[in-house]
């Protein structure tokens, strides 16, 4: 298992950007394919954006399709989301994950990923 603890969420008006970090600590960081994830009351918790472990292979939810970007940096254990062009609709509490995934024929889901970080809000205004 994997300790994640996310750091970046807020208030942000509609258009502004946002950057979410997830360190993780535990085992070879590097080995874990990394997601976000987002939640909102009542319905079901989303994917949002996923990375390969080495970090070669990214994959997005088509609501974020060029507004969000995910990275990792390997040396420092963190994924981050970069998020722009943030919308009403994107207010959820997001979700760090650490699983397992790669290649041109996967598509994240949440049974991919066994360690979760307790969340963080994302609150966009209109």
């Known amino acids: 298992q994997v300790h994640l603890v996310e750091s970046g969420g807020g208030l942000v008006q509609a258009g502004g950007s946002l950057r979410l970090s997830c360190a993780a600590s535990?085992?070879?960081?590097?080995?874990?394919?990394m997601g976000w994830f987002r939640q909102v009351p009542g319905k079901e918790r989303e994917f949002v954006a996923a990375?390969?472990?080495?970090?070669?292979?990214?994959y997005y939810g088509d609501p974020v399709k060029g507004r969000f970007t995910i990275s990792r940096d390997n040396a420092k254990n963190t994924v981050s989301l970069q998020m722009n062009s943030l919308k009403p609709e994107d207010t959820a509490v997001y979700y760090c994950?650490?699983?397992?995934?790669?290649?041109?024929?996967?598509?994240?889901?949440?049974?991919?990923?066994?360690?979760w970080g307790q969340g963080t809000q994302v609150t966009v205004s209109s």
């Open positions: 990375i390969s472990g080495k970090g070669g292979w990214t």
């Open positions: 994950a650490a699983g397992s995934g790669y290649g041109s024929s996967w598509s994240p889901v949440t049974s991919d990923f066994d360690s």
């Open positions: 535990g085992r070879t960081f590097s080995n874990y394919a």
